[in-house]
């Protein structure tokens, strides 16, 4: 068994590219952890837009920063895969440069973990709009997700994502050379492993839904999903349609209870 005595106990991951609106907010919220023991490998895209300067900044006066820099523009997959490749920690998480976390986001979630055995999470989470407003949305993780699960409700989010690398083999969160849904792919690879993700019920990161992000194109996050289930995971026709037909009843279930929930909440 690894020895993670002399290293960070959680390594925090973040893919960077043309951020620098959010990505300050973004790091604060590491730093701002009440779990010390992380480092947070950040890895630069080919930014154009003075990102990679602030993060510089901030790498300089706090060494749990570390800053990477691709020599070409491939993609947040590479970028990903760059900062897994120099990590440290016993436990991955996720964290793009546009999110939030809550302060005791990590804290928790490993005291989950640890309680349950559970060696691949994730934390349920609030989305947010440009200004880190809150959208009156939160969505809550099943308790357990497995891969057939997760093909049909599509819950699992980035933000929230954690694998233990005392039971996760590191080389499954190598992200596939996908320019959209690298990370579903990548969860796809764990469950597929046999690794069920738990969920924790209480919210604790933040979802930024931006404009043109993949989430709020709704031809294109349908395409995403059947690309796969057929092309990724592999389903045979059938089943990919059964599949889709339970997600795509979700996601309106989902939607006409939120509108219901904000309207009983507006009339009281």
């Known amino acids: 068994m690894s020895s993670w ?38 890895t630069d895209d080919c930014s154009t837009d003075g990102s990679v300067d602030i993060v510089a900044k901030i790498a300089d006066e706090d060494p749990r920063v570390r800053l990477f820099r691709q020599e070409s523009n491939q993609g947040a997959a590479a970028a990903r895969n760059v900062s897994l490749e120099n990590s440290r920690g016993r436990y991955i998480a996720y964290l793009d440069a546009d999110d939030v976390w809550a302060p005791e986001k990590l804290e928790r979630q490993i005291g989950f973990m640890e309680r349950g055995g559970h060696g691949f999470s994730c934390a349920s989470y ?28 599509n819950y699992l989010q980035t933000v929230g994502i954690m694998a233990d690398l005392e039971q996760v083999d590191k080389n499954l969160l190598y992200m596939p050379d996908l320019r959209r849904r690298q990370d579903a792919a990548t969860w796809i690879q764990v469950l597929q492993a046999g690794h069920d993700c738990y969920g924790l019920s209480e919210p604790l990161c933040y979802y930024r839904r931006t404009a043109g992000s993949l989430s709020s194109n709704k031809v294109k996050a349908v395409k995403g999903v059947w690309y796969l289930y057929r092309e990724v995971a592999g389903l045979k026709l059938p089943k990919a349609c059964y599949c889709f037909v339970r997600y795509a009843f979700l996601a309106v279930w989902k939607r006409t209870y939120s509108k219901n929930q904000q309207q009983i909440k507006g009339r009281r």
Not at 22 to 27: K, N, T
Not at 127 to 153: H, Q
Request: charged fraction near 20%; proline fraction near 5%.
């Open 126 to 153: 609030e989305v947010i709009g440009e200004d880190g407003e809150l959208l009156g949305k939160t969505v809550t993780m099943p308790a357990r997700s497995d891969l057939d699960g997760f093909l049909a409700n």
């Open 5 to 42: 005595n002399d290293a960070p106990f959680v390594t925090v991951i973040m893919p960077l590219y043309n951020s620098a609106r959010h990505v300050r907010e973004a790091i604060e919220s590491v730093q701002a952890q009440t779990l010390g023991s992380w480092e947070l490998c950040v």
